[in-house]
T-cell receptor, first 112, second 115 residues
Framework: EAQVTQNPRYLITVTGKKLTVTCSQN?????MSWYRQDPGLGLRQIYY???????DKGDVPEGYKVSRKEKRNFPLILESPSPNQTSLYFC???????????FGPGTRLTVL | AQSVTQLGSHVSVSEGALVLLRCNYS??????LFWYVQYPNQGLQLLLK??????LVKGINGFEAEFKKSETSFHLTKPSAHMSDAAEYFC?????????????FGTGTKLQVIP
């Protein structure tokens, strides 16, 4: 089944404790992206990747890192999480010439 | 720069009534436009997309949208609302610039369907 998976689905952590949210897709998509969703703000793009080893900042990259060492994986790293990063996070992927993004189920992160 | 404006963060309609969710965009290059739906506790699913072909686009679940360049709009409609349409709807614009893709989402509209 074609899908985007994220882990964990739910995470409660404390300020400053490094964490990684994994994202994996099995559709051989070149383009992958991370978004955060906050009430009243919709989805805002954090980082995106056009292909392996090619990443760029989205609209709200501060406090986040990403890497793209393999085509299927695009982890989101929070080196020192803060309470303002409490949010719902979505990973998405697509073919570059295509226009439909496939979204993962989301990761709800709470930083205390 | 590109942007998307969704008018109305909450819309309520009666079951069987017309659904109209508004989306206006701003883009300096020809855009691709999308509507996504998010059901409670789920990710986003594509409803429909405009990719510079027909201006009237039909999607899943009876939804359609019309691209109007002169009005920079891409409003979502459905003739008759069903209870199962209750969800949050997001309009998005996607452009290519300098070899990179840029996607911008609107702030979303929550649709409530009243029995």
């Amino acid at each position: 089944e074609a899908q985007v998976t994220q882990n964990p689905r739910y995470l409660i952590t404390v300020t400053g404790k490094k964490l990684t949210v994994t994202c994996s897709q099995n559709m051989n998509h070149e383009y992958m992206s991370w978004y955060r969703q906050d009430p009243g703000l919709g989805l805002r793009q954090i980082y995106y990747s056009m292909n392996v080893e090619v990443t760029d900042k989205g609209d709200v990259p501060e406090g986040y890192k990403v890497s793209r060492k393999e085509k299927r994986n695009f982890p989101l790293i929070l080196e020192s999480p803060s309470p303002n990063q409490t949010s719902l996070y979505f990973c998405a992927s697509s073919l570059p010439a295509s226009d439909t993004q496939y979204f993962g189920p989301g990761t709800r992160l709470t930083v205390l | 720069a590109q942007s998307v404006t969704q008018l109305g963060s909450h819309v309520s309609v009666s079951e069987g009534a017309l659904v109209l969710l508004r989306c206006n965009y701003s883009s300096s290059v020809p855009p691709y436009l999308f509507w996504y739906v998010q059901y409670p506790n789920q990710g986003l699913q594509l409803l429909l997309k405009y990719t510079s072909a027909a201006t009237l686009v039909k999607g899943i679940n009876g939804f359609e949208a019309e691209f109007k360049k002169s009005e920079t709009s891409f409003h979502l409609t459905k003739p008759s609302a069903h209870m199962s349409d209750a969800a949050e709807y997001f309009c998005a614009v996607r452009t290519y610039s300098g070899g990179y893709q840029k996607v911008t989402f609107g702030t979303g509209t929550k649709l409530q369907v009243i029995p």
